[in-house]
């Protein structure tokens, strides 16, 4: 957690140093939150099939019914937290 706290903090004195300012930091951010947009959607598609792949593997070794239950409940708060993400960037813009 700390090492992606500190490789944001470290990206974002690059980006601010590279345009000048925070002003001009904050414009490029905008202008090409498109590509981030595409981006996080590549990310949440290999974290799926990632989620895919070990759901299959953990049933195939515990397949009873409050294994599925976890699985289903974890799956319902990361949808949950990966949508609150994107309606607060969305509200953002």
């Known amino acids: ?3 992606a706290v500190l490789a944001a903090a470290a990206i974002n004195v690059l980006g601010i ?3 000048g300012d925070v002003k ?3 414009a490029w951010l905008h202008e090409h939150a ?3 947009a595409v981006w996080r959607g590549i990310l949440y598609a290999i974290t799926a099939l990632g989620w ?12 009873n ?11 319902i708060g ?3 937290a990966v949508a ?10």
Request: hydrophobic content about 50%; overall charge positive; some cysteine.
């Open 78 to 80: 990361a949808v949950l």
């Open 34 to 36: 498109g590509y981030f």
């Open 52 to 63: 895919w792949w070990m759901c299959g593997r953990v049933l195939r070794r515990e397949s």
């Open 84 to 93: 609150a993400l994107e309606v607060t960037t969305l509200l953002q813009t």
């Open 1 to 3: 957690m700390l090492a």
């Open 17 to 19: 140093w590279l345009t």
């Open 65 to 75: 019914a409050e294994t599925r239950t976890r699985l289903r409940r974890a799956e």
């Open 24 to 26: 001009g930091w904050t």
